[in-house]
């Protein structure tokens, strides 16, 4: 049986046979992965801390014919300030959901890695759906998707001034003039200009933002419709608490 190396992160963990879990890994060689971890849910399971949704670690995996398993796994780290605090729990299954609905198996995407591996460690001390909706432009933005917030995707002219249409129809920002029937989300101009800056600022002045609850929800549910339109699945944790979050 071919064994292989994988530097990845747990992105999806459910309860699979007995004792077994099935996990969704994305990894830094080999993209989106799924793989059994065997008796990991028995309390005495060695490997039970290096198979916990969101957690960073080194994979030796043996190739199976349908599904691989973890050979072993050894946590480089496990977020623990993402566990201690309920927003960030919501903010990381957002990020790990997107992920995972915006990714086919087997296909190397190492800038993805490296974005997702940044925002789970910036969930430290960034307000967690700050994060969430940063994280979301820039995946968009890696995968082609929503590239330009700067003028509309039919006629061209510069959006922002006044009322801005988000359609995922058309694949981005309609002005006033090209908007028609089609569904979508108005986005009003402080909210096109915070969308904006989030795609953009340098990581480590993510911090300094903040907003009211009404910007959040424009803002994530703007991003939730277009993403869950876009790869045609629900995003689940989005919606979730929907008093927190949208
Ligand atoms: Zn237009």
Partial sequence: MAVYNADAIVIRSREYGESDKLLTLFSR??????????????????QRGGTQLFTYADFLLYKGKSL????????????????NDFDRTIAASGIAELLDISTTREQTESELFTLTLGFLFLLKYVDPYI???AYALRLLNIQGYLPGLNNCVECGTAVGGTQTFLSAEAGGLLCSGCKNNEAGRMLSGGGLALMRRLKTVEL???????????????????????????????????RSGSEMII
């Fill in 29 to 46: 060689e080999r993209g989106k992965l799924e793989a059994v971890a065997k008796g990991v849910r028995k309390p005495k399971s060695t």
């Fill in 131 to 133: 994060a969430q909706a």
């Fill in 204 to 238: 480590d002045k993510l911090d300094r933002f903040r907003w009211n609850k009404k910007m959040r929800i424009e803002i994530l549910d703007g991003l939730c419709y277009f993403s869950e339109n876009k790869f045609e699945r629900k995003l689940k944790a989005w």
């Fill in 68 to 83: 691989d398993t973890v050979s072993q796994v050894h946590p480089r780290e496990s977020f623990i300030h993402i566990w």
